[in-house]
């Protein structure tokens, strides 16, 4: 797992931990307070 594509990297960067940190950070938020 040497030749990891930038492509990959970009698309798993970007998409996963936006969306899956705004509903999981607004819900918190709105839990917490």
């Known amino acids: ?3 990891t594509p930038p492509d990959e990297n970009i ?3 970007l998409p996963v931990p936006r969306p ?3 509903p999981r950070g607004l819900l ?3 839990k917490a307070e």
Do not use: A, G, K
């Open 1 to 3: 797992m040497s030749i």
């Open 11 to 13: 698309v798993q960067q």
């Open 20 to 22: 899956r940190v705004h």
């Open 28 to 30: 918190t938020r709105r």
